[in-house]
């Protein structure tokens, strides 16, 4: 097997036409992507081979007639430039919550499931990037939990004589360790959605601030370090840490935790960034973990540079704001990593079409193309009943991007986004041309040589 790690090349497309288990347009676009980064079948012939999904579910994954080189191409071009390579992909996939973890632990097929998720043969997902929720969220198969809760949330542990992962033994660690064990090159970003409650001026773990007072500060930071410590105990490296899930959102009905920028700084500059020197923690720290809209955010923590020496890298949602967004962010930060860690599916949309064309548009293909390293989706796995839980461009416009693996193969995505119009293109480089004709409306096609 080749590593994960691909680089992503520029690409144009000159062109205009006229949760993941249970559900299956996000899953089988996400396969699309980790054809991406695996060692698929290849030929010595000068050819691409073909997968195809198509918007009306007719075609899944199916493996197609190879693409020929050509004397010379016809219809639109996707011309890709090998001289301008742009980050190195350090994964795909999604993220693991409680609800997740106790629903794949539970299930009679836990093993095919996690082989099919995290494997690497080519009938496997190849899940290479995992999101794990640090505690508790708004899924939840169990009571919402943290690693330091007291049995009165006004009391303090400063020294965490409470800290403990234990709960995360039922199900979570196991989950992540079979993981591990099937993937050895999969990458963890843990990310906490709320402080132990008596950290918090709310002193619930459902809403309010983190407390700004200094040894409320140090105590956090030095739970990230017992955290982290406790992991690779159990043999499990964590990659990244995500200081704080989406940090401008309170709410009372599920976990939760504003720190505002200002506490933030100082919680980076003054308490996490010298704990994680001082016991030599390899991990890389990542912020933001929020939406497209609220950039400045990021931005002002990245003005000062006490806090920014410490910052791997800027992790985004896509519910709300414009989708390029990171790319100018990119263009003001080149030395500081984008992440892509959350967008979910639901009932409002269940159009295979639509999921395909949207998903494959705006996340995949777009957040690759504004330098995210990284692309995941949010729930692994949910029940049949979606838990358990706690309580600007041109829409037609052929769409595309291509990455050469570490074993120098070839790997070329593109996408038909029109409602109506099939699209007849050639793949134009290395002073070659391979025609592809008649892609069909909303459908992904990936080519790889």
């Given at each position: 097997h080749i590593e994960v790690e691909c680089q992503i090349f520029f690409i144009t497309s000159k062109c205009v036409c006229s949760s993941l288990i249970n559900n299956k347009a996000l899953m089988l676009l996400l396969v699309n992507w980790l054809v991406a980064a695996q060692a698929f079948i290849t030929s010595n012939n000068d050819e691409y081979q073909v997968w195809l999904t198509t918007g009306d579910g007719s075609k899944k994954l199916r493996r197609e007639a190879p693409c020929l080189r050509t004397p010379n191409g016809h219809g639109y071009s996707v011309w890709v430039d090998r001289?301008?390579?742009?980050?190195?992909?350090?994964?795909?996939?999604?993220?693991?919550?409680?609800?997740?973890?106790?629903?794949?632990?539970?299930?009679?097929?836990?093993?095919?499931?996690?082989?099919?998720?995290?494997?690497?043969?080519?009938?496997?997902?190849?899940?290479?990037?995992?999101?794990?929720?640090?505690?508790?969220?708004?899924?939840?198969?169990?009571?919402?939990?943290?690693?330091?809760?007291?049995?009165?949330?006004?009391?303090?542990?400063?020294?965490?004589?409470?800290?403990?992962?234990?709960?995360?033994?039922?199900?979570?660690?196991?989950?992540?360790?079979?993981?591990?064990?099937?993937?050895?090159n999969l990458r963890i970003l843990a990310t906490p959605w709320t402080a132990p409650a008596w950290m918090k001026t709310s002193h619930n773990m459902f809403g309010g601030e983190l407390n700004g007072g200094g040894q409320y500060l140090e105590a956090y930071a030095k739970y990230f370090v017992r955290f982290i410590q406790a992991y690779q105990a159990e043999g499990i490296h964590i990659d990244y840490l995500g200081i704080q899930n989406e940090p401008?959102?309170?709410?009372?009905?599920?976990?939760?935790?504003?720190?505002?920028?200002?506490?933030?700084?100082?919680?980076?500059?003054?308490?996490?960034?010298?704990?994680?020197r001082k016991g030599n923690i390899n991990t890389k720290l990542i912020v933001y973990d929020h939406n497209w809209s609220d950039s400045w955010y990021p931005e002002q923590l990245l003005s000062d540079s006490s806090v920014k020496q410490y910052v791997s890298g800027v992790a985004w949602h896509g519910y709300d704001g414009n989708h390029d967004v990171p790319g100018g962010f990119h263009?003001?930060?080149?030395?500081?990593g984008i992440y892509f860690t959350e967008i979910s599916g639901g009932g409002w949309d269940t159009n295979f079409a639509s999921i395909l064309t949207w998903d494959s548009r705006i996340i995949f293909i777009g957040q690759t193309l504004n330098w995210a390293k990284a692309v995941g989706l949010w729930n692994l796995a949910l029940d049949e009943n979606h838990g358990p839980r706690t309580n600007t461009f041109g829409w037609d416009e052929l769409q595309s991007v291509a990455f050469v693996n570490t074993d120098g193969s070839t790997v070329i995505v593109v996408q038909n986004p029109s409602t109506s119009n099939s699209a007849s293109f050639s793949l134009d480089l290395d002073a070659k041309h391979y025609q592809y004709d008649n892609l069909p409306p909303q459908s992904v096609v990936t080519f790889v040589k």
């Amino acid at each position: 097997h080749i590593e994960v790690e691909c680089q992503i090349f520029f690409i144009t497309s000159k062109c205009v036409c006229s949760s993941l288990i249970n559900n299956k347009a996000l899953m089988l676009l996400l396969v699309n992507w980790l054809v991406a980064a695996q060692a698929f079948i290849t030929s010595n012939n000068d050819e691409y081979q073909v997968w195809l999904t198509t918007g009306d579910g007719s075609k899944k994954l199916r493996r197609e007639a190879p693409c020929l080189r050509t004397p010379n191409g016809h219809g639109y071009s996707v011309w890709v430039d090998r001289t301008k390579r742009r980050q190195s992909m350090e994964g795909f996939g999604a993220s693991l919550t409680n609800a997740a973890a106790y629903v794949i632990y539970h299930s009679p097929n836990r093993h095919l499931i996690m082989r099919d998720l995290f494997g690497n043969s080519l009938d496997d997902l190849g899940v290479s990037f995992l999101r794990l929720v640090m505690g508790a969220s708004d899924f939840q198969g169990v009571n919402p939990y943290t690693y330091d809760d007291l049995t009165n949330n006004h009391d303090t542990d400063f020294d965490l004589n409470h800290f403990s992962i234990d709960k995360d033994r039922a199900f979570v660690l196991p989950i992540v360790k079979e993981a591990r064990s099937i993937n050895h090159n999969l990458r963890i970003l843990a990310t906490p959605w709320t402080a132990p409650a008596w950290m918090k001026t709310s002193h619930n773990m459902f809403g309010g601030e983190l407390n700004g007072g200094g040894q409320y500060l140090e105590a956090y930071a030095k739970y990230f370090v017992r955290f982290i410590q406790a992991y690779q105990a159990e043999g499990i490296h964590i990659d990244y840490l995500g200081i704080q899930n989406e940090p401008l959102l309170s709410r009372n009905d599920y976990p939760t935790m504003v720190i505002n920028v200002d506490l933030m700084k100082t919680f980076i500059r003054d308490h996490v960034g010298p704990q994680f020197r001082k016991g030599n923690i390899n991990t890389k720290l990542i912020v933001y973990d929020h939406n497209w809209s609220d950039s400045w955010y990021p931005e002002q923590l990245l003005s000062d540079s006490s806090v920014k020496q410490y910052v791997s890298g800027v992790a985004w949602h896509g519910y709300d704001g414009n989708h390029d967004v990171p790319g100018g962010f990119h263009n003001k930060h080149p030395d500081v990593g984008i992440y892509f860690t959350e967008i979910s599916g639901g009932g409002w949309d269940t159009n295979f079409a639509s999921i395909l064309t949207w998903d494959s548009r705006i996340i995949f293909i777009g957040q690759t193309l504004n330098w995210a390293k990284a692309v995941g989706l949010w729930n692994l796995a949910l029940d049949e009943n979606h838990g358990p839980r706690t309580n600007t461009f041109g829409w037609d416009e052929l769409q595309s991007v291509a990455f050469v693996n570490t074993d120098g193969s070839t790997v070329i995505v593109v996408q038909n986004p029109s409602t109506s119009n099939s699209a007849s293109f050639s793949l134009d480089l290395d002073a070659k041309h391979y025609q592809y004709d008649n892609l069909p409306p909303q459908s992904v096609v990936t080519f790889v040589k």
